[in-house]
Structures are given as C-alpha cells and as structure tokens.
C-alpha cells in the first residue's frame, strides 16, 4: 500500500541531549498510527519536524512522497490537532471553521459544505455559542474539525485524549475512529488502551528510536514471523528477557546483537507495550 509518510534515520539534538537517534518508521494510506512513548519520549519533537515547523539535526522527512524541509509548504497536505488547541473565544463554531477555511484559501461553497459535514461528525452542527464557554472535550472535538478543514491527506493529533475524562476520550476515539480509511491519522499518546482501541498499527518511541513497530493483530496474536524489536543496546535487550514471567507471555528469540523476535502466546498487546517502554 501508498506510504503517506516516511521518516528515515531521524535525529534531533537540544545542547547536549539527544532527542531523537536514527528515527525510522512509515506510515501507510489509510491507516491510523500510534505513536506511543512516555512522555519526554520525543514525540512531540518527532511530530514538529514532520510540520516542518522545526529543523531536525540529520535524515529525512517525506509527506505523499514529497521532503519536508524546515518552513517549506508540505504541512499543506497535514491537519494537525495539538494536544491543547487554541480558538478565538468570542467566535463561535462555524464562524471559526469559515476563518480556518478562509485561510487555507478555500472557496465559500466548499468551506460551507465542508463545515457543516465536520460539525455533524464531531457533534456540534447547530451549536451557535461562543467557543470561550466550551468544555475542554467540545474544543477537542471542535479543534479536530478544524484541522480536517482542508481534507488533509495526513492528520497528526499530539496527544488529543491525554487531559480528557473518560466520556470525553471516548468521543475523540470514536471521531478518530470514523475517519479511518479516508484520512490517514498518527495518534501519539501514553494510553495503550486508546492504541488497541482505534489504531491499525503501532510503534513504541523509547530513547529517540522505535523499539518496537507493527500491525495490532499481529502484535496481539504473534502470527506469522513474529515481532521484531531492535533495542538502543544489547543491556536493553537482556533487561527485556528479564523481565518477570516475560517467558510464559512471549515467546522471545534474540537476533543479532540488540534485537529479538516476539511471538504472543497469551500476553495482552498492552502489556508489551507497556514493558517495552518501561
């Protein structure tokens, strides 16, 4: 299938700390991609240098087959939801979309019908009071509509459901869930849960790499050749085999010098998540 993003050998220093160290991962049409790590993990950073609204140190950066370089237009073909969006309190719902619309410069008609579609989506078509006095799950929910304006090919949400109560995170998932297929979406967070729940796929950042990437189903039932995982070290690695009844969960081969394969025998997709990135 179409890649709509690739990202190869990525890496991003601050001072003396690396944030980001030989990147890699892709993301195919369609899909919906988690993007999961602790926080600190270098998402955030990974998410700003695929906008192109920051330089990255080294490698490459590719959006519908295009490279994102630093301040160029490629975010024209990227809907982005950070993970606290900001509005214009005194507007009101469509009146913010019309603006959003009007600044992708998108014509009246389209920006019309393509407003009321999205407030239907995110259940706020009809809703004629001043954004300032929303809750935080409606201007989530707004701020999706928002970044769906200009029918991207690529959504990037940071962390859309991390301050959100549980009614609130279901609407957002669910939202997230019904455009699949015809938007493709990486989804960063630190909740497994909400990454079995919506994505098609998964990979874990841990110390500026992806320590572990692929298909849900096969991470969940181990099909097929298994899951690779290259780990930063080979002391990761034994530190992963160590792990406390990791052997009656996964079925666990080394390869090479840092790396394994992982094979489910009954363990959850969350739970290995959350011990690789532990």
Do not use: W
Request: aromatic share 6%.
């Amino acid at each position: 299938m179409k890649e709509v993003l690739r990202v190869e050998k990525l890496t991003k220093r601050f001072g003396d700390n690396t944030v980001l160290d030989g990147l890699s991962f892709s993301v195919t049409e369609g899909t919906v991609f988690g993007f999961v790590g602790a926080n600190g993990a270098g998402k955030t950073t990974t998410m700003k240098i695929v906008l192109g609204l920051l330089d990255a140190d080294g490698g490459s950066v590719h959006v519908c087959g295009e490279r994102v370089v630093f301040g160029h237009g490629v975010n024209r073909h990227i809907g982005y939801l950070p993970d606290v969006p900001e509005f214009y309190g005194y507007m009101r719902p469509a009146e913010y979309l019309r603006y959003c619309g009007q600044l992708a410069r998108m014509d009246a008609e389209l920006i019309k019908s393509r407003s009321d579609e999205l407030l239907g989506l995110v259940g706020l078509l009809g809703v004629n009071r001043r954004i300032g006095g929303f809750s935080r799950g409606m201007k989530q929910r707004l701020g999706v509509a928002q970044a769906l304006i200009n029918e991207p090919k690529l959504l990037i949400c940071d962390e859309p459901t991390s301050a959100l109560d549980p009614p609130g995170r279901s609407e957002i998932l669910e939202i997230l869930r019904a455009i699949r297929g015809k938007t493709t979406v990486i989804f960063s967070t630190h909740i497994l849960s909400d990454v079995e729940r919506i994505c098609d796929s998964a990979a874990v950042l841990k110390r500026g790499r992806i320590a572990l990437s692929g298909r849900l189903d096969d991470l969940r039932a181990g099909r097929g050749d298994g899951t690779a995982i290259e780990f930063a070290c080979a002391d990761d690695r034994e530190r992963f085999m160590s792990l406390p009844d990791i052997g009656a969960l996964y079925d666990i081969q080394p390869t090479g010098e840092r790396g394994v394969i992982v094979r489910a025998l009954r363990g959850d997709i969350e739970r290995l998540l959350m011990e690789v990135i532990q």
